[in-house]
Protein backbone atom coordinates (compact mmCIF):
# COMPACT_ATOMS: atom_id res chain seq x y z
CA UNK A 1 0.00 0.00 0.00
CA UNK A 2 2.59 2.53 1.12
CA UNK A 3 4.58 1.93 -2.14
CA UNK A 4 1.52 2.48 -3.88
CA UNK A 5 1.00 5.29 -2.19
CA UNK A 6 4.64 6.26 -3.02
CA UNK A 7 4.08 5.56 -6.91
CA UNK A 8 0.90 7.51 -6.95
CA UNK A 9 2.30 10.58 -5.19
CA UNK A 10 5.61 10.47 -7.90
CA UNK A 11 3.21 10.66 -10.75
CA UNK A 12 1.75 13.30 -9.52
CA UNK A 13 4.47 15.30 -9.45
CA UNK A 14 6.23 14.31 -12.52
CA UNK A 15 3.06 15.52 -14.14
CA UNK A 16 2.69 18.80 -12.43
CA UNK A 17 6.97 19.29 -13.43
CA UNK A 18 5.62 18.54 -16.97
CA UNK A 19 2.43 20.92 -16.94
CA UNK A 20 4.68 23.73 -15.53
CA UNK A 21 7.41 22.86 -18.08
CA UNK A 22 4.98 22.75 -20.99
CA UNK A 23 2.34 26.02 -22.17
CA UNK A 24 -1.10 25.68 -20.97
CA UNK A 25 -3.75 25.47 -23.13
CA UNK A 26 -4.45 28.03 -25.19
CA UNK A 27 -0.45 28.96 -26.69
CA UNK A 28 -0.37 28.49 -30.62
CA UNK A 29 2.45 25.91 -31.45
CA UNK A 30 4.14 28.81 -33.43
CA UNK A 31 4.83 31.39 -30.10
CA UNK A 32 5.65 28.25 -27.89
CA UNK A 33 9.18 28.39 -28.03
CA UNK A 34 9.50 31.39 -26.40
CA UNK A 35 6.40 31.05 -23.83
CA UNK A 36 8.48 27.66 -22.31
CA UNK A 37 11.49 30.34 -21.95
CA UNK A 38 10.45 32.19 -19.55
CA UNK A 39 11.59 30.78 -16.01
CA UNK A 40 11.23 31.15 -12.56
CA UNK A 41 14.72 30.54 -11.96
CA UNK A 42 16.12 32.73 -14.89
CA UNK A 43 14.05 35.66 -13.35
CA UNK A 44 14.77 34.64 -9.38
CA UNK A 45 18.73 34.85 -10.52
CA UNK A 46 18.35 38.08 -13.12
CA UNK A 47 16.83 39.71 -10.13
CA UNK A 48 19.25 39.00 -7.36
CA UNK A 49 21.65 40.07 -9.17
CA UNK A 50 20.08 43.41 -10.06
CA UNK A 51 19.02 43.96 -6.34
CA UNK A 52 21.74 43.18 -4.81
CA UNK A 53 24.42 45.53 -2.66
CA UNK A 54 26.58 45.85 -5.71
CA UNK A 55 24.21 48.07 -7.34
CA UNK A 56 23.55 50.13 -4.17
CA UNK A 57 20.31 50.84 -5.04
CA UNK A 58 20.64 51.91 -8.61
CA UNK A 59 20.47 55.35 -8.20
CA UNK A 60 19.95 57.75 -11.29
CA UNK A 61 23.17 59.12 -11.93
CA UNK A 62 25.13 56.93 -9.78
CA UNK A 63 27.65 54.35 -10.93
CA UNK A 64 25.01 51.18 -9.25
CA UNK A 65 22.74 51.99 -11.95
CA UNK A 66 25.04 52.30 -14.63
CA UNK A 67 25.84 48.90 -14.13
CA UNK A 68 22.29 47.79 -14.22
CA UNK A 69 22.29 49.86 -17.65
CA UNK A 70 25.10 47.96 -18.82
CA UNK A 71 23.78 44.49 -18.36
CA UNK A 72 20.09 45.37 -19.90
CA UNK A 73 22.33 46.81 -22.95
CA UNK A 74 24.46 43.33 -22.58
CA UNK A 75 21.08 41.20 -22.37
CA UNK A 76 19.57 42.76 -25.20
CA UNK A 77 22.95 42.09 -27.52
CA UNK A 78 22.44 37.91 -25.85
CA UNK A 79 18.82 38.05 -27.25
CA UNK A 80 20.26 39.21 -30.92
CA UNK A 81 18.39 42.63 -30.56
CA UNK A 82 18.98 45.52 -33.21
CA UNK A 83 20.45 48.29 -30.98
CA UNK A 84 17.81 50.63 -31.02
CA UNK A 85 19.46 53.83 -30.97
CA UNK A 86 22.00 54.75 -34.03
CA UNK A 87 24.24 52.01 -33.61
CA UNK A 88 23.72 51.55 -29.99
CA UNK A 89 21.20 50.22 -26.97
CA UNK A 90 21.85 53.49 -25.35
CA UNK A 91 19.69 56.27 -25.72
CA UNK A 92 21.19 59.38 -23.36
CA UNK A 93 19.20 61.24 -21.37
CA UNK A 94 21.16 64.66 -20.73
CA UNK A 95 19.46 65.74 -16.73
CA UNK A 96 20.12 68.59 -14.31
CA UNK A 97 20.33 67.28 -10.76
CA UNK A 98 19.44 69.79 -8.19
CA UNK A 99 17.89 70.35 -4.60
CA UNK A 100 15.58 73.03 -3.50
CA UNK A 101 17.16 75.45 -0.60
CA UNK A 102 13.79 75.19 1.55
CA UNK A 103 15.50 78.11 3.88
CA UNK A 104 15.77 80.48 0.99
CA UNK A 105 12.89 79.65 -0.89
CA UNK A 106 9.43 81.10 -0.89
CA UNK A 107 5.93 82.48 -1.73
CA UNK A 108 5.25 86.11 -1.01
CA UNK A 109 2.15 87.94 -1.58
CA UNK A 110 1.12 91.90 -1.54
CA UNK A 111 -2.14 93.19 -1.43
CA UNK A 112 -3.12 97.10 -2.75
CA UNK A 113 -0.79 99.96 -2.54
CA UNK A 114 -0.89 100.77 1.34
CA UNK A 115 2.71 99.94 1.30
CA UNK A 116 2.62 97.13 3.72
CA UNK A 117 5.16 94.57 3.98
CA UNK A 118 4.56 91.46 1.97
CA UNK A 119 3.34 88.18 3.71
CA UNK A 120 5.93 85.34 3.14
CA UNK A 121 5.44 81.47 2.78
CA UNK A 122 8.29 78.84 3.45
CA UNK A 123 7.98 74.96 3.55
CA UNK A 124 5.57 73.12 3.99
CA UNK A 125 3.23 76.26 3.39
CA UNK A 126 4.97 76.52 0.16
CA UNK A 127 6.98 73.66 -1.69
CA UNK A 128 7.78 73.97 -5.09
CA UNK A 129 10.86 72.78 -6.89
CA UNK A 130 12.89 74.14 -10.33
CA UNK A 131 15.99 73.66 -11.86
CA UNK A 132 17.24 76.59 -11.72
CA UNK A 133 17.49 79.67 -9.63
CA UNK A 134 14.44 81.43 -10.59
CA UNK A 135 12.13 85.12 -9.27
CA UNK A 136 9.09 86.20 -10.96
CA UNK A 137 6.49 88.79 -9.68
CA UNK A 138 3.14 88.86 -11.06
CA UNK A 139 -0.56 89.66 -10.63
CA UNK A 140 -2.36 86.37 -9.79
CA UNK A 141 -5.61 85.35 -11.20
CA UNK A 142 -7.46 81.92 -10.15
CA UNK A 143 -8.18 79.38 -12.93
CA UNK A 144 -10.14 76.72 -11.39
CA UNK A 145 -8.68 73.29 -12.41
CA UNK A 146 -6.70 74.33 -14.96
CA UNK A 147 -7.68 72.37 -17.20
CA UNK A 148 -8.59 72.65 -21.11
CA UNK A 149 -10.56 70.15 -22.97
CA UNK A 150 -12.15 71.92 -26.07
CA UNK A 151 -13.80 68.34 -27.03
CA UNK A 152 -15.82 68.16 -23.70
CA UNK A 153 -16.65 71.71 -23.84
CA UNK A 154 -15.02 72.77 -20.96
CA UNK A 155 -11.99 75.65 -20.63
CA UNK A 156 -10.74 77.08 -17.15
CA UNK A 157 -9.10 79.64 -19.15
CA UNK A 158 -12.42 80.80 -21.05
CA UNK A 159 -12.50 84.67 -20.86
CA UNK A 160 -9.06 84.47 -18.50
CA UNK A 161 -6.32 86.49 -19.34
CA UNK A 162 -3.62 84.79 -17.81
CA UNK A 163 -0.62 85.99 -19.77
CA UNK A 164 2.06 87.06 -17.68
CA UNK A 165 0.18 86.09 -14.74
CA UNK A 166 0.67 83.54 -11.73
CA UNK A 167 -2.48 81.56 -11.95
CA UNK A 168 -3.87 79.45 -8.98
CA UNK A 169 -5.38 76.10 -9.60
CA UNK A 170 -6.92 73.28 -8.09
CA UNK A 171 -5.42 70.28 -7.93
CA UNK A 172 -7.16 67.11 -9.59
CA UNK A 173 -10.31 67.58 -11.75
CA UNK A 174 -13.93 68.51 -11.51
CA UNK A 175 -16.83 65.93 -10.14
CA UNK A 176 -13.89 63.28 -8.73
CA UNK A 177 -16.57 61.20 -6.82
CA UNK A 178 -19.06 61.32 -9.36
CA UNK A 179 -19.32 57.58 -11.04
CA UNK A 180 -20.88 60.01 -14.65
CA UNK A 181 -18.24 62.92 -14.34
CA UNK A 182 -16.95 63.53 -18.02
CA UNK A 183 -13.64 63.26 -16.90
CA UNK A 184 -13.37 59.20 -16.43
CA UNK A 185 -16.41 58.64 -13.58
CA UNK A 186 -14.47 58.73 -10.18
CA UNK A 187 -11.14 57.89 -11.64
CA UNK A 188 -8.15 60.11 -13.01
CA UNK A 189 -7.58 61.82 -16.62
CA UNK A 190 -4.43 62.73 -18.24
CA UNK A 191 -5.67 65.92 -17.63
CA UNK A 192 -5.44 65.91 -13.48
CA UNK A 193 -1.39 65.55 -13.17
CA UNK A 194 -0.05 68.87 -12.50
CA UNK A 195 2.55 68.80 -15.32
CA UNK A 196 -0.42 69.02 -18.19
CA UNK A 197 -1.14 71.83 -16.09
CA UNK A 198 1.44 73.19 -15.77
CA UNK A 199 1.91 72.96 -19.64
CA UNK A 200 -1.84 74.42 -20.01
CA UNK A 201 -1.13 77.60 -18.08
CA UNK A 202 2.43 78.26 -19.79
CA UNK A 203 0.41 77.79 -23.15
CA UNK A 204 -1.90 80.87 -21.91
CA UNK A 205 0.97 82.95 -21.04
CA UNK A 206 1.18 82.14 -17.29
CA UNK A 207 4.78 83.01 -15.60
CA UNK A 208 4.14 80.53 -12.58
CA UNK A 209 1.59 78.12 -11.46
CA UNK A 210 0.42 77.77 -7.52
CA UNK A 211 -1.31 74.46 -7.17
CA UNK A 212 -3.48 73.66 -4.10
CA UNK A 213 -5.66 70.36 -3.25
CA UNK A 214 -9.09 70.81 -4.05
CA UNK A 215 -10.55 72.07 -1.13
CA UNK A 216 -13.32 69.48 -0.53
CA UNK A 217 -11.37 66.52 -1.22
CA UNK A 218 -12.15 63.18 0.29
CA UNK A 219 -8.77 62.20 0.58
CA UNK A 220 -5.40 63.77 1.58
CA UNK A 221 -3.90 66.02 -0.28
CA UNK A 222 -0.93 64.79 -2.81
CA UNK A 223 1.79 66.07 -0.41
CA UNK A 224 -0.11 64.20 2.61
CA UNK A 225 0.03 61.24 0.65
CA UNK A 226 3.75 61.26 -0.38
CA UNK A 227 4.68 62.41 3.16
CA UNK A 228 3.04 58.41 4.22
CA UNK A 229 5.27 56.35 2.44
CA UNK A 230 8.03 57.38 4.97
CA UNK A 231 11.18 55.01 3.49
CA UNK A 232 12.33 57.83 1.18
CA UNK A 233 11.27 60.96 2.78
CA UNK A 234 12.26 60.53 5.96
CA UNK A 235 16.02 59.68 5.18
CA UNK A 236 18.97 62.06 6.55
CA UNK A 237 20.22 63.18 3.24
CA UNK A 238 16.94 63.97 0.82
CA UNK A 239 16.93 62.96 -2.65
CA UNK A 240 17.90 65.36 -5.17
CA UNK A 241 15.78 66.26 -7.86
CA UNK A 242 16.28 66.05 -11.46
CA UNK A 243 15.01 67.39 -15.04
CA UNK A 244 15.51 66.80 -18.72
CA UNK A 245 17.72 69.00 -19.87
CA UNK A 246 15.60 70.36 -22.44
CA UNK A 247 12.52 70.01 -20.30
CA UNK A 248 8.84 71.57 -22.14
CA UNK A 249 7.92 73.06 -18.64
CA UNK A 250 9.99 76.55 -18.67
CA UNK A 251 7.75 77.40 -15.65
CA UNK A 252 7.65 76.40 -12.01
CA UNK A 253 5.19 74.96 -10.12
CA UNK A 254 4.77 75.89 -6.05
CA UNK A 255 1.91 73.81 -3.92
CA UNK A 256 1.08 75.86 -1.59
CA UNK A 257 -1.70 75.18 1.53
CA UNK A 258 -5.10 75.29 2.00
CA UNK A 259 -4.14 78.75 4.21
CA UNK A 260 -2.41 79.96 1.69
CA UNK A 261 -4.98 79.80 -1.30
CA UNK A 262 -7.56 80.98 1.73
CA UNK A 263 -5.63 84.06 2.15
CA UNK A 264 -5.38 84.85 -1.67
CA UNK A 265 -9.28 84.20 -2.52
CA UNK A 266 -10.21 85.93 0.32
CA UNK A 267 -11.22 88.98 -1.22
CA UNK A 268 -12.69 86.66 -4.03
CA UNK A 269 -14.84 83.73 -2.38
CA UNK A 270 -13.67 80.79 -0.24
CA UNK A 271 -11.82 77.93 -1.87
CA UNK A 272 -14.79 75.62 -0.97
CA UNK A 273 -17.56 77.61 -2.77
CA UNK A 274 -15.87 77.96 -6.34
CA UNK A 275 -15.21 74.44 -6.01
CA UNK A 276 -18.70 73.26 -5.22
CA UNK A 277 -19.54 75.92 -8.38
CA UNK A 278 -17.46 74.17 -10.15
CA UNK A 279 -18.45 70.89 -9.68
CA UNK A 280 -21.87 71.44 -9.79
CA UNK A 281 -22.42 72.12 -13.49
CA UNK A 282 -18.86 72.18 -14.80
CA UNK A 283 -19.08 76.26 -15.12
CA UNK A 284 -15.91 77.63 -14.93
CA UNK A 285 -15.29 80.20 -11.93
CA UNK A 286 -12.07 81.65 -12.67
CA UNK A 287 -11.30 85.62 -12.51
CA UNK A 288 -8.20 87.46 -11.52
CA UNK A 289 -7.76 88.23 -7.57
CA UNK A 290 -7.64 91.71 -7.87
CA UNK A 291 -4.48 94.55 -6.53
CA UNK A 292 -3.02 91.33 -5.46
CA UNK A 293 0.83 90.40 -6.77
CA UNK A 294 2.54 87.42 -5.94
CA UNK A 295 6.10 86.61 -5.99
CA UNK A 296 7.60 83.24 -6.56
CA UNK A 297 11.27 82.77 -5.55
CA UNK A 298 12.99 79.30 -6.00
CA UNK A 299 16.49 79.10 -4.80
CA UNK A 300 18.74 75.87 -5.07
CA UNK A 301 21.54 74.65 -3.07
CA UNK A 302 23.40 73.47 -6.24
CA UNK A 303 22.77 72.28 -9.66
CA UNK A 304 24.56 70.02 -12.07
CA UNK A 305 24.20 68.01 -15.26
CA UNK A 306 24.72 64.74 -16.13
CA UNK A 307 23.52 62.03 -18.16
CA UNK A 308 21.58 58.86 -17.87
CA UNK A 309 20.29 56.45 -20.80
CA UNK A 310 17.30 54.73 -21.89
CA UNK A 311 18.28 50.80 -22.98
CA UNK A 312 16.27 50.05 -26.51
CA UNK A 313 16.34 46.72 -28.21
CA UNK A 314 14.67 46.60 -31.44
CA UNK A 315 13.47 43.51 -33.18
CA UNK A 316 12.54 44.06 -36.60
CA UNK A 317 8.91 42.71 -37.75
CA UNK A 318 8.85 40.01 -40.17
CA UNK A 319 6.21 42.20 -42.67
CA UNK A 320 7.36 44.52 -44.93
CA UNK A 321 3.59 46.49 -44.59
CA UNK A 322 3.58 46.46 -41.16
CA UNK A 323 7.27 46.67 -39.82
CA UNK A 324 6.90 49.94 -39.31
CA UNK A 325 4.39 49.94 -37.07
CA UNK A 326 5.96 49.55 -33.51
CA UNK A 327 5.14 47.79 -29.92
CA UNK A 328 6.61 49.08 -27.18
CA UNK A 329 7.53 46.77 -24.13
CA UNK A 330 8.99 49.16 -20.79
CA UNK A 331 9.96 49.19 -17.30
CA UNK A 332 12.58 51.53 -15.52
CA UNK A 333 15.79 50.45 -13.99
CA UNK A 334 16.36 53.18 -11.36
CA UNK A 335 15.77 53.27 -7.78
CA UNK A 336 16.46 55.17 -5.05
CA UNK A 337 20.22 54.78 -3.97
CA UNK A 338 21.54 54.31 -0.80
CA UNK A 339 21.70 56.60 2.79
CA UNK A 340 23.11 56.60 6.05
CA UNK A 341 24.44 53.05 5.16
CA UNK A 342 21.09 51.68 4.09
CA UNK A 343 20.78 50.91 0.51
CA UNK A 344 17.17 51.19 -0.95
CA UNK A 345 17.27 47.58 -2.81
CA UNK A 346 14.46 48.41 -5.40
CA UNK A 347 14.11 44.25 -5.95
CA UNK A 348 10.32 44.75 -6.90
CA UNK A 349 10.20 48.58 -8.09
CA UNK A 350 11.80 48.05 -10.74
CA UNK A 351 13.65 45.69 -10.78
CA UNK A 352 10.93 43.55 -11.24
CA UNK A 353 10.30 45.38 -14.46
CA UNK A 354 13.69 45.27 -15.98
CA UNK A 355 13.96 41.98 -15.16
CA UNK A 356 10.31 41.11 -17.31
CA UNK A 357 11.44 43.58 -20.24
CA UNK A 358 14.81 41.27 -20.40
CA UNK A 359 12.99 38.17 -19.87
CA UNK A 360 10.37 38.94 -23.32
CA UNK A 361 13.31 39.92 -24.83
CA UNK A 362 15.02 36.66 -24.59
CA UNK A 363 11.51 34.57 -25.05
CA UNK A 364 10.93 36.88 -28.47
CA UNK A 365 14.23 35.87 -29.48
CA UNK A 366 13.68 32.29 -28.99
CA UNK A 367 11.12 31.59 -30.94
CA UNK A 368 11.39 31.15 -34.91
CA UNK A 369 8.50 32.81 -35.57
CA UNK A 370 9.03 36.63 -35.48
CA UNK A 371 5.59 38.74 -35.81
CA UNK A 372 4.48 41.04 -38.49
CA UNK A 373 5.57 44.17 -36.30
CA UNK A 374 8.12 45.81 -35.28
CA UNK A 375 8.85 45.61 -31.23
CA UNK A 376 10.93 48.02 -29.21
CA UNK A 377 12.33 46.81 -25.88
CA UNK A 378 13.23 49.44 -23.45
CA UNK A 379 14.34 50.55 -20.32
CA UNK A 380 13.90 53.56 -18.87
CA UNK A 381 16.27 56.06 -17.09
CA UNK A 382 15.31 58.28 -13.98
CA UNK A 383 11.45 57.27 -13.42
CA UNK A 384 11.78 57.76 -9.96
CA UNK A 385 12.78 61.60 -10.61
CA UNK A 386 9.54 62.04 -13.04
CA UNK A 387 9.16 59.85 -15.11
CA UNK A 388 12.45 61.26 -17.27
CA UNK A 389 13.43 58.81 -19.38
CA UNK A 390 9.84 57.64 -20.79
CA UNK A 391 9.30 61.61 -21.22
CA UNK A 392 12.58 61.84 -23.38
CA UNK A 393 11.45 58.80 -25.71
CA UNK A 394 8.17 60.23 -26.27
CA UNK A 395 9.60 63.35 -27.24
CA UNK A 396 12.73 61.68 -29.03
CA UNK A 397 10.84 58.13 -30.00
CA UNK A 398 12.04 55.85 -32.36
CA UNK A 399 9.71 56.00 -35.18
CA UNK A 400 6.72 58.44 -35.03
CA UNK A 401 4.33 57.54 -31.77
CA UNK A 402 1.49 57.51 -34.37
CA UNK A 403 3.10 54.40 -35.59
CA UNK A 404 3.22 53.04 -31.86
CA UNK A 405 -0.11 50.24 -31.86
CA UNK A 406 0.37 49.60 -27.88
CA UNK A 407 2.54 49.94 -25.02
CA UNK A 408 2.96 47.30 -21.89
CA UNK A 409 4.97 48.72 -19.22
CA UNK A 410 5.94 47.03 -16.32
CA UNK A 411 6.21 49.07 -12.95
CA UNK A 412 6.43 46.17 -9.61
CA UNK A 413 5.27 43.05 -10.89
CA UNK A 414 6.40 40.75 -8.55
CA UNK A 415 4.75 41.00 -5.09
CA UNK A 416 1.56 40.25 -3.10
CA UNK A 417 -0.30 43.56 -2.54
CA UNK A 418 -0.98 44.06 0.84
CA UNK A 419 -2.19 47.52 2.69
CA UNK A 420 0.81 49.82 3.61
CA UNK A 421 0.53 53.36 5.04
CA UNK A 422 0.32 54.98 1.29
CA UNK A 423 -3.09 53.18 0.96
CA UNK A 424 -4.10 53.03 4.68
CA UNK A 425 -8.05 53.81 4.07
CA UNK A 426 -8.02 54.86 0.57
CA UNK A 427 -8.51 51.93 -1.72
CA UNK A 428 -9.60 48.36 -0.62
CA UNK A 429 -7.20 45.49 -1.36
CA UNK A 430 -8.49 42.16 -2.25
CA UNK A 431 -8.05 39.55 1.14
CA UNK A 432 -5.80 37.28 -1.25
CA UNK A 433 -3.42 38.90 -3.89
CA UNK A 434 -1.17 35.98 -4.93
CA UNK A 435 -2.37 35.61 -8.28
CA UNK A 436 -3.58 39.24 -8.65
CA UNK A 437 -2.00 41.71 -11.30
CA UNK A 438 -3.23 45.06 -11.55
CA UNK A 439 -4.11 46.78 -14.79
CA UNK A 440 -4.18 50.30 -15.50
CA UNK A 441 -5.24 52.97 -18.11
CA UNK A 442 -8.10 50.51 -19.36
CA UNK A 443 -10.16 53.06 -19.68
CA UNK A 444 -8.02 54.86 -22.49
CA UNK A 445 -8.28 51.93 -24.65
CA UNK A 446 -11.02 48.76 -23.84
CA UNK A 447 -9.72 46.99 -26.79
CA UNK A 448 -6.31 46.49 -25.19
CA UNK A 449 -7.83 45.59 -21.98
CA UNK A 450 -10.03 43.38 -23.80
CA UNK A 451 -6.83 41.69 -25.87
CA UNK A 452 -5.18 40.95 -22.55
CA UNK A 453 -8.46 39.58 -20.82
CA UNK A 454 -8.68 37.02 -23.70
CA UNK A 455 -5.24 35.95 -23.49
CA UNK A 456 -5.20 35.51 -19.94
CA UNK A 457 -7.43 32.68 -20.60
CA UNK A 458 -4.39 30.22 -20.93
CA UNK A 459 -2.70 32.03 -17.73
CA UNK A 460 -5.23 32.54 -15.34
CA UNK A 461 -4.61 35.83 -13.56
CA UNK A 462 -6.98 37.15 -11.71
CA UNK A 463 -7.15 41.17 -13.26
CA UNK A 464 -7.90 43.71 -11.39
CA UNK A 465 -8.87 46.98 -12.69
CA UNK A 466 -9.79 49.04 -9.65
CA UNK A 467 -7.17 51.92 -9.64
CA UNK A 468 -8.84 53.34 -13.00
CA UNK A 469 -11.63 54.12 -10.62
CA UNK A 470 -9.74 55.77 -7.78
CA UNK A 471 -8.21 59.56 -7.67
CA UNK A 472 -6.73 59.52 -4.06
CA UNK A 473 -3.50 57.74 -4.56
CA UNK A 474 -2.88 59.42 -8.01
CA UNK A 475 -1.97 56.12 -9.54
CA UNK A 476 -2.74 56.45 -13.44
CA UNK A 477 0.12 59.20 -13.98
CA UNK A 478 2.96 57.53 -11.71
CA UNK A 479 4.56 55.53 -14.16
CA UNK A 480 6.32 55.57 -17.60
CA UNK A 481 2.70 54.51 -19.63
CA UNK A 482 1.68 58.13 -18.96
CA UNK A 483 4.34 60.42 -21.27
CA UNK A 484 2.78 58.06 -24.51
CA UNK A 485 -0.76 58.24 -23.07
CA UNK A 486 -0.49 62.16 -23.36
CA UNK A 487 0.57 61.30 -27.36
CA UNK A 488 -2.87 59.23 -27.67
CA UNK A 489 -1.08 55.48 -27.56
CA UNK A 490 -3.06 52.62 -25.74
CA UNK A 491 -0.68 51.88 -22.87
CA UNK A 492 -1.27 50.11 -20.10
CA UNK A 493 0.94 49.93 -16.68
CA UNK A 494 0.63 46.16 -15.69
CA UNK A 495 1.39 46.38 -11.53
CA UNK A 496 1.40 44.13 -8.80
CA UNK A 497 0.28 46.90 -6.03
CA UNK A 498 1.83 48.12 -3.16
CA UNK A 499 3.20 46.61 0.06
CA UNK A 500 5.13 47.87 3.37
CA UNK A 501 8.43 47.46 1.46
CA UNK A 502 7.71 49.79 -1.11
CA UNK A 503 10.22 52.77 -1.05
CA UNK A 504 12.08 51.00 1.73
CA UNK A 505 15.07 49.24 1.85
CA UNK A 506 13.30 46.25 2.68
CA UNK A 507 12.12 45.82 -1.01
CA UNK A 508 14.60 43.14 -1.60
CA UNK A 509 14.77 40.22 -3.96
CA UNK A 510 13.87 37.26 -1.33
CA UNK A 511 10.11 38.57 -1.10
CA UNK A 512 9.43 38.32 -4.84
CA UNK A 513 6.62 36.35 -5.66
CA UNK A 514 8.57 34.37 -8.48
CA UNK A 515 5.14 32.24 -9.76
CA UNK A 516 2.99 34.99 -9.98
CA UNK A 517 5.85 37.08 -11.69
CA UNK A 518 6.35 34.28 -14.81
CA UNK A 519 2.66 34.09 -14.98
CA UNK A 520 2.55 38.27 -15.59
CA UNK A 521 5.39 37.56 -17.94
CA UNK A 522 4.11 35.07 -19.68
CA UNK A 523 0.66 36.88 -20.17
CA UNK A 524 2.28 39.76 -21.77
CA UNK A 525 4.54 37.46 -24.39
CA UNK A 526 0.86 36.25 -25.53
CA UNK A 527 -0.77 39.66 -25.21
CA UNK A 528 2.19 41.18 -26.88
CA UNK A 529 2.27 38.80 -29.91
CA UNK A 530 -1.44 39.84 -30.23
CA UNK A 531 -0.63 43.67 -30.61
CA UNK A 532 2.92 42.76 -33.07
CA UNK A 533 0.96 40.29 -34.92
CA UNK A 534 -1.93 42.71 -36.46
CA UNK A 535 -4.48 43.64 -33.24
CA UNK A 536 -4.57 47.41 -33.17
CA UNK A 537 -6.47 48.60 -29.89
CA UNK A 538 -8.10 51.71 -30.36
CA UNK A 539 -7.40 54.75 -28.24
CA UNK A 540 -10.23 56.56 -26.38
CA UNK A 541 -9.05 60.33 -25.91
CA UNK A 542 -11.81 61.17 -23.17
CA UNK A 543 -13.23 58.20 -21.24
CA UNK A 544 -16.41 59.23 -19.64
CA UNK A 545 -17.42 57.72 -16.20
CA UNK A 546 -21.23 55.81 -16.07
CA UNK A 547 -23.92 56.71 -13.32
CA UNK A 548 -24.62 53.51 -11.70
Request: hydrophobic share 40%; net charge negative; glycine share 8%.
Amino acid sequence: MRANRFAGRLLALLLLASSMALPQAGVPARIASGYKTISENTLRADLTFLASDALQGRMSLQNGDQVGIDWIASEFAKAGLKPAFDGSYLQPVPLIEYRNDRAESYVAFSRGSDGAKPKRWQFPEALGAFPRDIEVTAPVVFAGYGITVPELGYDDYAGLDAKGKIVLIFDHEPQENDPASIFNGTGNTRHATSRVKALNAQAHGAVAVLLVAEPNRKHPSNQERVARIGGSITRREPLPSQALADNTVQIPTVTVSDDVARELLSIVAAPSELQTAIDRDLKPQSRPIPDTRVTVHLQNLFNRRGTSYNVGGLMEGSDPQMAGDLVIISGHHDHDGMSDGQIWHGADDNGSGSVGVVALAHAFAANPARPKRSILFVVFAAEERGLLGSYYLAAHPLRPLDRTRAMINFDMIGRNEEQSDQTKGLIDIPADTTNRLNLIGGTYSPDYRRVVEEENRAVGLMLDDRFDHDAALNIFFRSDQFPFVLHDVPAMWWFTGFHPDYHHPTDTADKINYVKMAKILRLAYLSAWRFADGETPKFVPNPRGQAK
